[in-house]
């Protein structure tokens, strides 16, 4: 399976950026990067997927470093609602498979 | 569009029952895949469907699982006979696949087997 590895979980302060770290270190040329959200009692939901290039939607950021090794999930300006477990995925070219790691939650102190 | 619908919300059932969960995709999605979430486990992906099609079923558990999808609108998945570490939520979701966007999840089934 495609591995990514995540911190376990990490702490932001209400309206302060936050960034998402995310390691993919033998990810292929074909692999996209996604990043799901799931918040409490909720089914996960989409907010940003890439390839190469830095990628920018109305929910975030995703910064992928030049050798592709790391990303970043960038969320501008965090609310009490990104609150949540966030997952990063990578899918492997060839695939339209998702596999979910165990994420890394996200507190957001008011 | 109302997004992927998923019946019934809950269900509760005894060992050895029938248990059929429901899933409707998003209109002119043509992918479709199924999943389930326990404690233990995680989101787990049981199967996919592209264009109807099951393409990738090494997900699923055992025999006891069947999934289908006999058009484009409506997919159920099986669970016969059903037993109490079946106890999960379940979650349909449907995609355009990696070059549209990405899954859009359903609200769940959570599936308790007593």
């Known amino acids: 399976d495609a591995k990514t590895t995540q911190p376990n979980s990490m702490e932001s302060n209400e309206e302060e950026p936050v960034h998402l770290p995310c390691n993919h270190s033998t990810i292929s040329g074909t692999d996209y990067i996604h990043w799901y959200r799931q918040l409490p009692s909720q089914g996960p939901e989409y907010v940003i997927h890439g390839l190469t290039s830095n990628v920018n939607n109305r929910m975030a950021s995703l910064a992928i470093a030049e050798d592709r090794k790391s990303s970043t999930l960038i969320l501008h300006r965090a609310t009490l609602r990104d609150a949540a477990v966030y997952y990063c995925i990578r899918q492997q070219g060839g695939s339209e498979k998702l596999v979910f790691g165990k994420g890394m939650k996200l507190t957001v102190n008011p | 569009d109302a997004g992927v619908i998923q019946s019934p919300r809950h269900e509760v059932t005894e060992m050895g029952q029938e248990v059929t969960l429901r899933c409707k995709p998003i209109?002119?999605?043509?992918?479709l895949f199924w999943y389930r979430q326990t404690m233990m486990r995680g989101l787990e992906l049981l199967i996919y469907?592209?264009?109807?099609?099951?393409?990738?079923d090494s997900g699923m558990p055992e025999d006891r699982f069947s999934a289908k999808m006999p058009n484009a609108s409506f997919s159920t998945l099986k669970i016969q006979p059903s037993e109490p570490r079946d106890s999960a939520v379940y979650f349909c979701?449907?995609?355009?696949?990696?070059?549209?966007?990405?899954?859009?999840f359903g609200s769940g089934t959570r599936l308790t087997v007593v």
């Open positions: 469907f592209n264009n109807n099609v099951p393409i990738d």
């Open positions: 979701a449907s995609s355009l696949g990696r070059h549209g966007g990405g899954y859009i």
């Open positions: 209109s002119g999605h043509d992918y």
